[in-house]
C-alpha cells in the first residue's frame, strides 16, 4: 500500500521503536465485525441463532468478529436488523459512553450510523435519541439504519452544529462527537482517503473539530458527559483539539477511560493539562483500525429526570386516530395515545423530548408508523422494524433457510397460502425466525409483497 511520506514520517516519529510493528499490519488482513441489535435480540440467542463464524470482540460485550466468507450483509438476518456491520475499533466510543435507559443522548455526527444505532439501544426505547448530520444524503442513510435497527425514540436532523445549539440549549445527559477528521487510521480500510490525505487537510480538520466541540458543550447539561472520538492518529486532530478544549472552557474536565487490553495512553502536551488521559487505538496493539478517545463532563450534579414535554399539534382528528386504532388492534406494541401526531395523513409516535428554540431541520421525529389514506391506514415498512415477536398477531414466519425469504426481500410475490391465517386475507407482519422484516397483504393466498422498494436485496 502506498502512504504519503509526511504521514509516514509523522508515524515514524510518534511510534519510536513500535513503528515497524504499526507499518506491518498494512501488509495484514483487515478484520471484520459485527455487533448485535439488543434492541432486538438477546447476544446468547443470536450466537445461537446466527450461522457465521464469531469470536467475541474483547472490548465490547455485543460485538464479534466474523470471516469474509460469512457473507452477512447478504444474509436475511442483516435485513431484520439482528445485528450492524461496524469496524472493530469504531465500536469501542459508544461501548465506553456510560448511556442509560431515559437519557437524553445526542450524537452530533452521526452518520452512517453505527454509533447511533449502538446508543439506541443502550436507551432501550426510554428517552430520547437526537442522531445528526449536517450532509443531507448521510443523513438520509442514517435514518435508513436508524429505523432498520427498530428505534423508536429517536429525532433524526440535519443541521449544523451551531443551529443546533441555538435550538436545544443544555438539554442532553450524554453527547457524542465522533468527529469529521484526516480519517488517519482508516488508510487501510480506505485507500482513497490515503490518496486525499495532506498535512493542510490534518489543520483544517482540527480547526473544524474545535468549533464542533465548543458547540457541543453548550448543548451538555451540568455533570453530562461528552465522549469525543476521531479514526485518527493525529496529535492534533486528538490531544490537540482535547487540549484547545480544557482550556476555553473550565467548565469542562477529562475523565479516565476504563482501561483495555491493547489500549495506550494519549500524549501528554501540556504538564497541566492531563491528556494522556486520552486513549489511542492502534492496529499494531488491538484487532482493529486506528482510533482516539476522550470522555469529558461537564462540571456540576446532573439535575435528574427529565420532565415531560407538552406536545407540540400534530394532534390527529377523531376519524384518524379511529382508522389508527382499527389497525392497531392485532398490535401489542406499547403506545399512548398522546405520543401521536398526524402530519398531512402520516401518523408517527413523538417521543418526549426538550422544547425547541426556533425551527430546525429534520429527517425524522419519531417512528413513522405509516399513512391514512382513503379511509384506511397504510403501514410503513419502519413500523414494521419496529415491532418485536409477536407484538403483531397476523403474522407469517419463515425459517431463514426458505427460499422464500429470499423473494420477499427481492421484492416478489410470495405463494404464502397454507401460512395465510385467521381470515386468509389482510396485512401480514412478515418474520424470518420470529423477526420482523416487513409487511405483506394477503390477496387469494399469495403474499402481496410490501417491502419498502428502497431496501431491497438486489442478486
Known sequence: MQLPQDFLKRMEQMLGQEYEAFLRTYEEPRRFGLRVNTLKISVD???????????????????????????????????????????????????????????????LCAAPGG???????????????????????????????????????SFVTNAVPAKLAASFGEAFDKILVDAPCSGEGMFRKDIANAKAWSLDKVEACAKLQREITG????????????????????????????????????????LEIPWQEGYTHGFTLAKEWPTEKCIRIFPHKMGGEGHFMALLKKKG????????????GGRPSREEMRILQDFMEPVSMEWEAEQIEVRNGQAYFVPEQPPLGGSLPFLRNGLYLGE???????????FAMALKSGEYRDAIDFEYTDERVRRYLSGETVDAEELASGNGKGWRLVCVNGYPLGWGKIVNGT?????HPGWRMIS
Open 215 to 254: 458547540q457541543a458543550v453548550q448543548m451538555l447539561r451540568p455533570g453530562g458527559l461528552m465522549l469525543y472520538s476521531t479514526c485518527t492518529f493525529a496529535v492534533e486532530e486528538n490531544e490537540g483539539t482535547i487540549l484547545h478544549l480544557l482550556k476555553t472552557h473550565p467548565e469542562m474536565e477529562l
Open 372 to 382: 391514512i389514506r382513503r379511509g384506511r391506514f397504510e403501514p410503513a415498512q419502519s
Open 447 to 451: 403474499l402481496k409483497n410490501k417491502y
Open 115 to 153: 454509533k447511533a444505532t449502538a446508543l439506541a439501544a443502550k436507551l432501550q426505547g426510554e428517552g430520547l435519541l437526537v442522531a445528526n448530520d449536517i450532509s443531507a444524503s448521510r443523513a438520509r442513510a442514517l435514518l435508513k439504519n436508524i429505523e432498520v435497527f427498530g428505534v423508536k425514540n
Open 45 to 107: 440467542d443470536f450466537v445461537k441463532l446466527a450461522p457465521f463464524h464469531l469470536t467475541p470482540i474483547p472490548w465490547t460485550d455485543n460485538g464479534f468478529y466474523y470471516e469474509r466468507e460469512d457473507d452477512p450483509a447478504r444474509h436475511p438476518f442483516y435485513f431484520a436488523g439482528l445485528y450492524y456491520l461496524q469496524e472493530p475499533s469504531a465500536m469501542t466510543p459508544a461501548s465506553v459512553l456510560p448511556v442509560v435507559p431515559g437519557e437524553y443522548v445526542l450524537d
Open 301 to 312: 450534579e446532573l439535575p435528574g429526570v427529565h420532565g415531560k414535554v407538552a406536545k407540540r
